[in-house]
C-alpha cells in the first residue's frame, strides 16, 4: 500500500504526507500518555478516600445500631415504668 501510495503521488507530497502523519501520531501518542497518566493520578488518591469514607460510614452505623440495641433493652428491661419514661 505505501509503495502504491508513493506510486500515485509526487514525492514532495509524499514526503509531506508522512511527515504529518508521523508529527500527528506523535502528538496523539503523548495527548494519550499524558491525559491517562494525569487521570490515574487524580482518580487513585479519590478512590482510595471514598472506600475510606464509605468504611468510615458502615463503622458509624454499626456503632448507632449497637447505642440503639442498648437502648432498647435498657428500656424494655426497665421493670415498672411508664411507656416512654426514661430509665433511671
Known amino acids: 500500500m505505501g509503495n502504491l501510495l508513493s506510486s500515485l503521488l509526487p514525492a514532495r507530497v509524499h514526503k509531506r504526507l508522512s511527515r504529518l502523519w508521523t508529527n500527528s ?15 490515574i493520578t487524580l482518580a487513585a488518591p479519590v478512590i482510595f478516600h471514598y472506600e475510606k469514607e464509605c468504611q468510615m460510614f458502615e463503622t458509624q452505623a454499626q456503632f448507632y445500631q449497637q447505642q440503639q440495641a442498648l437502648l432498647a433493652s435498657g428500656v424494655a428491661g ?11
Open 25 to 39: 501520531y506523535w502528538l496523539v501518542s503523548t495527548a494519550a500518555w499524558v491525559v491517562s497518566t494525569a487521570a
Open 78 to 88: 426497665a421493670s415498672g415504668s411508664a411507656p416512654g419514661a426514661a430509665p433511671l
